[in-house]
């Protein structure tokens, strides 16, 4: 039996009266890609948010491994194996790619500032190491040769990449990505859907997953959550998302749900 | 034709108003007297009345070529005849306000109204002076000088400075100053080691036989240069690297001169420590200040931490001149008499004194640059970029920042020490707001985050003002300017550095571990 990655029991975020997460139940098990869905302001950045540790939720429980890691701070978070990207790319932009890789890597560098000044060998050691290793990212993203460029410089393409590498440098186990087609061309989305399931493929990482377009989504999630109004509406397999109401209802609004019935009734009887 | 007329319109009024300003100021009198100890037509403190008429129009013709000049800069300007609009318009309105207000100022004269009651540098003799000896006459030459000398600058700028020939000319010599660095040997002299040893120790015996040729002065002044780049290295790691915009940086400074001087001077307390323990003890209590002054305040962001270490720095003074601790710090009297470094027996000079200097900083730049590339200052660089990304990210955003604080303050702790056991003196007056000011403009017009910066920065901000020692009262006037023209010319300081080439350095190392594509090494 595989092994639960991370799970969240009776989920809330409050902020003032508004509930904008409330009592979500998610299972990820490991190796999975599990995509979160849902309308604008369903609540699934929020969701995200508190699985990283960027806010700390009222009620229910993070368990990472059957550990609680609700309440813990992003930094100590991300230490124990959790790594996220943004839904507006944040790259720290004056630093080269390469730099933005190793800062990715902090939490596995031992490197202290006096050993920085003495230079000794297993700081000099663990640099070039670093060096080593976040060129091997940039490689693994397709961004080789371009390592010396200042974030701010690559294209939007190579920004989104260069996020994920970041995250990838970390070592996590599992791997938030909110939204990580938003703003590509249709070819462009089609090669970051084919990335992220390498990710999990060749690396073994398990995905969590925001994203709107549902060509991504359908194509390659393992199971599917949908959020409405911070609540979750349902739960499954991608085809058994695309056939239930709620979902419909959800996104097209009330009565969607009998006409996309009638319309898939209009095209059996063509056929 | 339009957009020659506007542009001179604009550069007319650019350069009418800083003629107005100098008028004003009384700075063109000056600088026709200073003009005229150049010419050698003026003896040195000569009255106003001899300061021959030539000199201010010089000088107006000056500003008129200037005004001429840069209004007839414009890509739409490549024909000949806009150009020379531009120059004349340019000129031409620069002339007429000037014009207006030297026949407003004339007027007055003549109706016998003191203008000193609302313009305290505009007495009758000014005014004779600026109107070429009290010609009635004068608006009219303004206006013609300053139209003449625009036209002037235009074709000047047209025909000579942005002539084809030039350019090429231009074009030619970097060219060849480029294929001259390219060169395999010229190549090979900067990448390598013994070339940079060899332009160190050529560095280092300069500063080692200097000090005793310029004399005590110049001792005094590059000595304060040296002590300001230690702070602007310290306070470089706090706002340059980590972000953190701390104004009361000179609070550091006075713990660290009042703990040197509290430790060895023979009042109040007498304890009468080493020289160079009692520096350890001011780094020490500098660096530990910064750690206790960090733990509260380090969560605050931006604008409310810049504005809580105003008010640290602000407290640390009050506190040292207050009548509650006047036992224990001597109050606003200060602490004089403290201890100079001696080395086997002998006392330090001015000399000695500015080597320990030099000494510190290159120790100081040495850990400021070792700090800057490794994974702290990566650390630091990801905070000042984006603090919350930096912490997800799994920086510990709080332990660095207080480590940054800590380490600036250190610098400055020595810094402060450095000051004052070479002035045998420390008081409150030493550690005014001014200071952290200073250093933070020195920060900034280096480049932030650069330490090469930091040294044209120190440079630049205590040393220029004694190179205009000959403006006299204007001094810090000219230098106000010319920090402005700076930043506005250079917003990204006079020395920015760029991040360092990891990929490129790599590769250039390992050539075999990146073949290139298509083939299969065997």
């Known amino acids: 039996m595989t092994e639960t990655v991370i799970q969240t029991h009776k989920l809330s975020k409050i902020f003032g009266g508004l509930t904008a997460v409330d009592k979500v139940d998610l299972t990820v098990p490991e190796q999975a890609i599990a995509s979160i869905i849902g309308p604008n302001g369903a609540g699934k950045t929020t969701f995200f948010n508190c699985v990283s540790g960027f806010y700390t939720p009222e009620e229910g429980d993070v368990l990472f491994y059957g550990k609680p890691i609700q309440g813990n701070a992003t930094d100590k978070i991300c230490s124990m194996g959790i790594s996220r990207t943004y839904q507006n790319i944040r790259l720290f932009s004056q630093m080269t790619a390469i730099e933005n890789i190793i800062v990715g890597k902090h939490p596995r560098l031992k490197g202290t500032w006096w050993e920085a000044i003495l230079h000794n060998r297993r700081y000099i050691q663990e640099e070039e190491d670093a060096v080593k290793e976040a060129l091997h990212w940039l490689d693994f993203v397709g961004l080789a040769g371009l390592g010396d460029q200042l974030a701010l410089n690559l294209p939007y393409g190579a920004q989104r990449k260069l996020e994920i590498a970041r995250a990838l440098a970390s070592e996590p186990k599992l791997l938030l990505l909110d939204e990580p087609t938003a703003g590509m061309n249709s070819q462009e989305t089609a090669e970051m859907t084919a990335f992220i399931k390498s990710l999990r493929d060749d690396l073994g990482i398990t995905i969590l997953l925001i994203e709107h377009d549902m060509k991504v989504v359908m194509g390659i999630s393992d199971q599917i959550t949908v959020l409405d109004y911070g609540t979750k509406i349902a739960e499954g397999k991608p085809k058994e998302i695309q056939a239930n109401q709620r979902v419909i209802e959800a996104y097209l609004g009330p009565g969607a749900a009998a006409l996309s019935k009638k319309f898939q009734r209009k095209k059996s009887h063509d056929a | ?522």
């Open chain 2, 1 to 522: 034709m339009r957009t020659s007329i506007k542009n001179g319109i604009r550069l007319g009024a650019i350069v009418g108003v800083v003629i107005l300003f100098f008028h004003l100021t009384g700075f063109s009198v000056v600088a026709s007297s200073m003009l005229g100890s150049l010419l050698a037509n003026v003896d040195k403190g000569a009255a106003m009345e001899e300061i021959p008429a030539l000199n201010l129009a010089v000088i107006l013709a000056l500003m008129g070529m200037i005004a001429g000049g840069s209004a007839s800069k414009n890509k739409q300007n490549d024909k000949w005849s806009n150009s020379l609009v531009s120059g004349a318009v340019a000129g031409a309105f620069a002339g007429l306000l000037t014009g207006i207000f030297i026949f407003v100022i004339g007027f007055a004269n003549f109706k016998e109204i003191d203008l000193r009651n609302y313009l305290p540098e505009i007495g009758p003799d000014v005014i004779d002076s600026l109107l070429f000896g009290g010609n009635a006459a004068a608006p009219y030459l303004y206006l013609a000088l300053l139209t003449v000398s625009g036209i002037t600058g235009a074709a000047l700028s047209k025909g000579v400075i942005r002539a084809d020939w030039r350019k090429k000319a231009q074009a030619d010599s970097v060219q060849s100053f480029k294929t001259l660095t390219q060169k395999p040997g010229v190549q090979k002299l900067f990448g390598n080691k013994i070339a940079m040893y060899g332009f160190l120790a050529l560095a280092a015996l300069l500063l080692y036989f200097l000090p005793t040729q310029w004399g005590s002065y110049w001792n005094y002044i590059m000595g304060t240069v040296g002590i300001y780049i230690l702070l602007g290295l310290g306070l470089n790691i706090i706002v340059g690297l980590s972000g953190q915009l701390v104004l009361g940086y000179v609070a550091f400074f006075a713990i660290g001169a009042y703990t040197f001087g509290l430790f060895t001077a023979p009042e109040p307390h007498a304890i009468g420590m080493n020289f160079w323990l009692a520096i350890l003890f001011a780094i020490l209590a500098a660096a530990a200040t910064g750690v206790l002054l960090g733990l509260p305040i380090l969560s605050l962001r931006g604008d409310y931490l810049a504005i809580v270490t105003l008010g640290f720095g602000e407290i640390i003074r009050i506190l040292i001149k207050s009548d509650m601790l006047t036992d224990f710090t001597n109050g606003p009297s200060g602490l004089s008499d403290l201890t100079q470094p001696k080395w086997l027996g002998q006392t330090f000079n001015d000399v000695n004194f500015f080597h320990l200097i030099v000494i510190f900083v290159a120790i100081a730049i040495f850990i400021a640059g070792r700090l800057q590339y490794s994974r702290t200052g990566r650390a630091w660089l990801a905070i000042s970029a984006d603090q919350t990304v930096a912490k997800a990210t799994g920086i510990n955003t709080y332990k660095y920042k207080l480590l940054a604080l800590a380490l600036g303050a250190a610098f400055a702790g020595l810094g402060g020490a450095l000051f004052a056991s070479r002035n045998q003196f420390t008081g409150p007056e030493d550690h005014i707001l001014m200071v952290s000011i200073n250093v933070l403009c020195l920060v900034i017009v280096g480049g932030m985050g650069s330490i090469p910066g930091v040294v044209v920065g120190s440079f630049v901000l205590k040393g220029v003002p004694e190179l205009l020692r000959d403006l006299e009262s204007y001094r810090l006037l000219a230098f106000g300017a010319l920090l402005v023209v700076m930043m506005v010319m250079r917003p990204e300081g006079l020395w920015p550095i760029g991040r360092p080439a990891m990929e490129a350095a790599y590769n250039q190392k390992h050539p075999k571990d990146s073949p290139p594509e298509g083939e299969v090494q065997s």
